[in-house]
């Protein structure tokens, strides 16, 4: 079985996706099977994976990396001839079935939350409802990565049995990192992922204006999709630090009291799985998939997106509660149904489900 997967963006959660993904389909397919095109510019979030399955280019921009990645995908599926062509997000999943008609790949096609869920028009959000449901017709499979996301598909009018749950997961065997130098009294808030409206950073910045002597916050991103910049001047409780690699963010996370999630719209968001490995509560929005991750004051608290008077609420009442306890509930959880082993597991099943017995 041969796997090409194909990225128009491997920065967040969709590079822990693969960087957990694609070395497991390397040890189970072989090295010479297994394919990723992303861009270059990216590949500071997929340490895990080895140059001879990587295909980059440069994506100077947006639009520019699509125009690029159309070309390099289209000319791989010639080269490469994938069984399976794995398309993550919505522009590659756009390419990948658009070009359908040219190759005998199966396609599977994993949303990572459906463009439908962004802040925009509602005939904007119908008229991409409706393109994902016509190009549903052309995808063999859709991987949902949470409930949420599938009952969401369905809405849109896919066939039910063209869409999958495969929940994101992480290694259970993970050797924890020296959290990094963070001494403070106040509480320490870790935040990682995209500064964009999606992400909610205006939500907490906002929250946390008055809380100077009460909390803390250390941000890990840039913006990626948005192109207002998000500005922090007079915020002397905030440090920024741009993209980290994966041990350093996994050592700022070691060094927090919590993680925090302000979203507007998500999947299954990773970094919260990411804080669950580490032992820490999160606060998150009550979007997508988080309230599968998360169990109200048992292993974090739930927010209304959009809202930084409950998210500055939230902050003080944690402070009251037993965060340790709580950060032991969420690894257990994790334990519990959120383990790579078993995404990966079930992602190969789905490939099989899918092909001829011979592939």
């Given at each position: 079985m041969k796997v090409m997967h194909v990225c128009e963006t491997v920065l967040g959660g969709i590079g822990t996706h693969l960087n957990e993904v694609l070395p497991s389909?390397?040890?189970?397919?072989?090295?010479d099977n297994v394919r990723l095109i992303g861009p270059y510019e990216h590949l500071i979030q997929v340490p895990d994976i080895?140059?001879?399955?990587?295909?980059?280019?440069?994506?100077?921009?947006?639009?520019?990396?699509i125009g690029v990645l159309f070309i390099i995908y289209l000319y791989q599926l010639?080269?490469?001839?994938?069984?399976?062509?794995?398309?993550?997000?919505?522009?590659?999943?756009a390419i990948v079935r658009v070009l359908a008609p040219l190759t005998r790949a199966k396609i599977v096609y994993c949303p990572h939350c459906w463009?439908?869920?962004?802040?925009?028009?509602?005939?904007?959000?119908?008229?991409?409802?409706?393109?994902?449901?016509?190009?549903?017709?052309?995808?063999?499979?859709?991987?949902?990565?949470?409930?949420?996301?599938?009952?969401?598909?369905?809405?849109l009018g896919i066939n039910p049995s063209k869409i999958t749950t495969v929940h994101n997961g992480l290694k259970k065997?993970?050797?924890?990192?020296?959290?990094?130098?963070?001494k403070d009294d106040r509480l320490k808030v870790l935040y990682v992922g995209r500064l964009d409206r999606q992400k909610g950073i205006d939500t907490l910045l906002e929250a946390i204006k008055g809380l100077e002597d009460e909390v803390v916050v250390r941000i890990i991103g840039s913006n990626v999709i948005g192109y207002e910049k998000v500005c922090f001047n007079g915020f002397t409780?905030?440090?920024?630090?741009?993209?980290?690699?994966?041990?350093?963010?996994?050592?700022?996370?070691?060094?927090?009291?919590?993680?925090v999630m302000p979203s507007r719209w998500e999947g299954l968001p990773i970094v919260a799985i990411e804080a669950m490995r580490t032992r820490r509560p999160i606060i998150a929005s009550t979007v997508g998939g988080i309230p599968e991750l998360i169990r109200h004051e048992e292993t974090g608290?739930?927010?209304?997106?959009?809202?930084?008077?409950?998210?500055?609420?939230?902050?003080r009442k944690i402070t009251t509660m037993d965060m340790a306890a709580m950060g032991?509930?969420?690894?257990?959880?994790?334990?519990?149904?959120?383990?790579?082993?078993?995404m990966c597991g079930a992602i190969l099943s789905v490939y099989k489900e899918i092909l001829p017995p011979t592939a």
């Open positions: 389909q390397k040890a189970s397919l072989g090295k080895t140059t001879n399955i990587l295909l980059t280019y440069r994506r100077v921009s947006r639009i520019w990396g010639f080269r490469f001839r994938p069984d399976i062509v794995h398309a993550h997000s919505t522009f590659a999943g463009a439908t869920d962004r802040d925009q028009t509602r005939i904007i959000s119908q008229i991409i409802g409706w393109l994902e449901y016509t190009m549903s017709l052309v995808t063999d499979k859709i991987v949902a990565v949470s409930e949420d996301e599938r009952r969401k598909g369905i809405a065997d993970f050797v924890p990192v020296d959290p990094a130098e963070w409780n905030v440090e920024p630090l741009g993209w980290l690699d994966m041990k350093s963010v996994y050592s700022h996370m070691a060094a927090c009291d919590i993680v608290l739930l927010i209304p997106p959009s809202d930084p008077v409950s998210l500055r609420n939230a902050f032991d509930n969420a690894y257990r959880l994790f334990v519990e149904a959120f383990t790579s082993e078993k």
